[in-house]
């Protein structure tokens, strides 16, 4: 997404404040990670919703909210929610590759939300509710782009449009607010905008 860092909330040179514990596996949301992990950088809507889907599956060590993809350093919520940051909400996964694959995990990710409506998932709308993947590595951008073009031939068969998810490198992931982080578990009644296509995704485990 083009942003103009000129025009972009200020943010701030401090990160949020936030426990670093992760409320429901008890383990810290904070690198570095145990030996062997591997991390991917996830955003399909409101990251609420987003981060207990994946929270929930085996072989993920950790999962945490937060904003990446923009220009503002360490922006709050309500700065995000302007759209000026160009910052996603994301969830970063913190995985076993012994245990659960990163194709699965993607294929997780298209089966969970619609990777065609650009800037909204359903009435939550504005470019920090977009489709993307960021990535650590050449590998990973790899299979990210593999997984796109095999959700995107499933989805033509279904006379679906075209996927807007961006694939991009991550530069920086920004925890969001402490309120945030694991907010179904803290609010088992509260908002999930998750909501798929019904088109399974051909990419293998």
Not at 42 to 58: I, K, M, Q, S, T
Not at 122 to 151: C, F, K, M, V
Not at 153 to 179: H, N, S, W
Request: contains cysteine.
């Amino acid at each position: 997404m083009n942003v103009q860092a000129a025009s972009a909330p200020q943010g701030r040179s401090t990160p949020l404040e936030i426990s670093g514990r992760h409320r429901v596996s008890g383990r810290s949301m904070l690198p570095p990670w145990p030996e062997g992990m591997h991390e991917v950088v996830l955003g399909l809507g409101c990251f609420w919703g987003a981060e207990r889907l994946f929270w929930e599956l085996p072989g993920v060590h950790v999962t945490a909210v937060g904003y990446a993809g923009g220009v503002t350093p360490n922006p709050s919520y309500d700065e995000t929610c302007t759209g000026r940051t160009g910052h996603a909400e994301v969830v970063r996964i913190v995985f076993d590759p012994e245990v659960i694959s990163l194709e699965t995990i993607l294929r997780y990710f298209w089966e969970a939300h619609d990777p065609t409506q650009g800037d909204r998932q359903g009435n939550d709308i504005g470019p920090q509710y977009r489709s993307i993947i960021l990535t650590l590595d050449e590998a990973q951008q790899e299979r990210a782009r593999h997984s796109r073009e095999a959700y995107a031939g499933a989805l033509a068969e279904q006379g679906r449009g075209p996927i807007t998810t961006e694939i991009m490198p991550l530069e920086v992931f920004y925890y969001a607010e402490e309120y945030h982080q694991q907010y179904l578990d803290k609010n088992p009644g509260g908002y999930c905008g998750l909501k798929g296509t019904g088109v399974s995704c051909p990419i293998s485990a």
